[in-house]
């Protein structure tokens, strides 16, 4: 969903589930994206990459995809811990050495 | 990895006080550093961009003469919120980006500063 006002869209999983984080970027021309994770009061934290001559890529228990033709990130994460609870940002490189980055999503584990 | 460091982490000031925020690359130089403003439970919105040697460069909507940022060497620019008021209060984030790689995939973010004004 989109964030609305004040709130961010929350997806609340069990541990151990697998959580699938949407995003949609808005700049076809954007060739490189991001998506972070920030904890409460801290700055993002990098997790994983992908260029856009890739349609998928893994890191160690999260998979990025992207869908260019409908300008559209996921951010798949397997196994999900209670300390994987943060909110998601996707980011993308519009192509003038800045980021734009999107309205987050809350993700929730409970034990 | 690569640290960026930022403080003070937090700042309580009177309304009509200056505040000066950093922003240090403490192992790499970075020639571009960018300025973020975060709002509670919304994203982050980039409002300027700083570049080592000449003046920062601001998004629409974003005064200068409120926020003014100097980044007089490699390792460090600074954010200064001039005559702050209660809607200036808001959480401060820089980010880095290392000079020896020419893409954002090495982009570095300091730990943040919320600024409340009174």
């Known amino acids: 969903g989109e964030s609305v006002g004040l709130h961010l869209p929350t997806l609340s999983v069990q541990e151990g589930d697998n959580s699938i984080i949407n995003c949609a970027y808005s700049n076809s021309a954007s060739d490189y994206f991001i998506w972070y994770k920030q904890e409460s009061g801290k700055g993002p934290q990098f997790i994983i990459d992908?260029?856009?001559?890739?349609d998928k890529r893994q890191g160690q228990r999260v998979t990025v995809l992207l869908n260019k033709t409908v300008k559209h990130l996921s951010l798949q994460i397997a196994a999900t811990q209670p300390g994987d609870s943060a909110v998601y940002f996707c980011a993308e490189d519009t192509g003038f050495q800045k980021l734009v980055f999107g309205t987050g999503t809350r993700l929730l584990v409970s034990p | 990895g690569a640290v960026v460091s930022q403080h003070p982490s937090r700042v309580i000031c009177k309304s009509g006080t200056s505040v000066k925020i950093e922003c240090r690359s403490l192992d790499f130089q970075a020639t571009t550093m960018f300025w973020y403003r975060q709002f509670p439970k919304q994203s982050l919105m980039l409002m300027a961009t700083?570049?080592?040697?000449?003046?920062?460069?601001?998004e629409q909507g974003v005064e200068k003469d409120k926020f003014l940022i100097n980044h007089a060497s490699l390792t460090l620019s600074t954010l200064t919120v001039a005559s702050a008021h209660p809607e200036d209060s808001s959480f401060y984030i820089c980010?880095?980006?290392?000079?020896?790689?020419?893409?954002?995939?090495?982009?570095?973010f300091g730990s943040g500063t919320q600024l409340s004004v009174l």
């Open positions: 992908i260029r856009s001559n890739m």
């Open positions: 700083s570049n080592e040697g000449s003046k920062a460069t601001y």
């Open positions: 980010s880095a980006r290392d000079r020896g790689l020419v893409s954002n995939e090495k982009l570095f």
